[in-house]
């Protein structure tokens, strides 16, 4: 056996022998006493070596280890008000696992950050301090609570093509890839295979998966490659989607802090169980509050300033509704010049949208043709509204958004573990 335990589990050994692993994260000598800080994921352990009983050899052995090499101790724990975790394990036994080189590309236990660059070139050191992997921690947490709402109301989780054959929205956000002789692109979302399975009867259906977007901007917000969370229900109108879309978000975030309370706080952030429902704003309703404020014509999305000074006025999660209908896709359901659509937005940041869509064949088609799309090419989505397609609506969630949101980092790439940028293929 490798280990007896985590550095977690420790300090309820006192007086026992237990074996502790991982990474030596700072050596401090002091004479004949020195101290080991041991760290793995669950965090630190203080090795206290005493020369007269570990041995003179040893002792320098230890104490020149390299930070960051992986070491396991063999020791008796001891309860102590001295050290400042409260605890202290006594060596009598150290194996060297695996030796780190010096100097480290990212120091570990350095307290300023390195900058973004340096990160992610060296991300497997950068995940090792704990704060980055708070990150990611409250990233699980939160998508374990998604998935518990949704699976709790009866969805199915499903999976569905990555490599297509025809742009979910047409548009220039696309990545060719080759298929064989053929031309194909990654799937920039899962709306139109979501919709053909309510045809397919499936009711209720959620899908966890990569999206891909070859958005050329380079924003704080936008990644090419991100998790997309994607709900779509039958029977179901904009309403019934926002109110299963505002509990699961009240899940996630009550997992987040029952379950990692200690990252969020590593993280310097203090969150509540939000209440729901969320405040409905309409898109008419914003611009109400906009106005004096911010020029912007009827009809127009909401600019990058728009949504801050909103943000400013509604300082919480809420939605906007009912949108000018040339602002939302072909697919979604109109109600006169207007789509019952929605936006989910935390301040001034959109977290998802989603719409009741339109189930109607003969208007689907008219829709399409008029945002300047070809339903000859759209034929394998469209048969499905021809034989039976029951009223449905859905929603899509960008989880890097949502963890951005909650872990309160302001780069999207601090919430994926190898982000895919512009410029960045590797790692
Ligand atoms: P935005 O206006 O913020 O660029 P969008 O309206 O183009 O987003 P949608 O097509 O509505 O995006 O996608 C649904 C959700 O997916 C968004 O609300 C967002 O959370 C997430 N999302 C979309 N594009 C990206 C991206 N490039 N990187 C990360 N998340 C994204
Ligand atoms: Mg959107």
New binding site residues.
């Given amino acids: 056996m490798f280990r007896t335990c985590t550095t977690q589990d420790a300090k309820n050994f006192d007086g026992k022998e237990v074996k502790v692993c991982g990474w030596v994260h700072d050596i401090r000598v002091l004479g004949r006493i020195a101290f080991i800080i041991l760290r793995d994921r669950y965090g630190f352990a203080q090795l206290t070596l005493i020369k007269s009983i570990i041995g003179k050899e040893n002792f320098k052995k230890y104490t020149k280890l390299t930070r960051e090499s992986v070491i396991c101790a063999r020791g008796k724990v001891q309860l102590t008000e001295q050290a400042k975790l409260g605890f202290e394990i006594l060596p009598e036994e150290i194996n060297v696992l695996s030796v780190a080189s010096a100097p480290l590309p990212l120091g570990v236990a350095d307290k300023v950050q390195a900058d973004m660059e340096t990160r992610i070139e060296n991300r497997f050191l950068d995940l090792r301090k704990p704060e980055v992997l708070a990150v990611f921690r409250v990233r699980s947490a939160l998508l374990q609570g998604m998935r518990d709402t949704l699976i709790a109301h009866k969805f199915i989780e499903v999976h569905t093509p990555k490599i297509v054959a025809t742009a979910t929205?047409g548009g220039t956000e696309l990545f060719p890839v080759k298929y064989f002789e053929k031309d194909a692109y990654l799937n920039?979302?899962p709306q139109l295979y979501k919709q053909i399975l309510m045809g397919a009867g499936f009711d209720r259906v959620f899908e966890i998966a990569p999206?891909f977007?070859a958005?050329e901007h380079n924003t704080t917000?936008?990644?090419?490659e991100?998790i997309?969370i994607d709900a779509e229900l039958s029977f179901a109108n904009d309403e019934d989607a926002m109110q299963i879309l505002e509990e699961a978000i009240q899940n996630a975030i009550r997992y987040a802090v029952e379950r990692e309370g200690d990252a969020l706080e590593l993280l310097g952030m203090k969150w509540e169980v939000p209440e729901i429902p969320f405040r409905r704003v309409t898109y008419d309703e914003a611009l109400e509050l906009l106005s004096g404020e911010v020029d912007m014509d009827w009809g127009e999305?909401f600019s990058t300033e728009a949504l801050k000074v909103l943000g400013e006025k509604i300082n919480d999660f809420y939605y906007i509704t009912r949108w000018p209908l040339e602002t939302k896709p072909f697919y979604v359901m109109p109600d006169g010049d207007k789509a019952l659509a929605f936006?989910?937005m935390y301040r001034d940041k959109?977290?998802?949208?989603g719409a009741q869509r339109n189930h109607n064949y003969e208007s689907l088609v008219q829709n399409m043709r008029a945002k300047g799309l070809n339903p000859d090419n759209f034929e394998f989505y469209l048969n499905a509204f021809r034989y039976g397609m029951p009223p449905h609506a859905g929603w899509?969630?960008?989880l890097?958004?949502?963890v951005m949101i909650i872990t309160g980092v302001k780069n999207?790439r601090e919430c994926v573990i190898f982000p895919r940028d512009r410029t960045r293929l590797v790692p």
């Fill in positions: 929205e920039q979302s999206a977007r958005e917000r936008h990644l090419n991100f997309s999305d936006d989910l959109e977290l998802s949208s899509g969630l960008g890097e958004r949502l999207i």
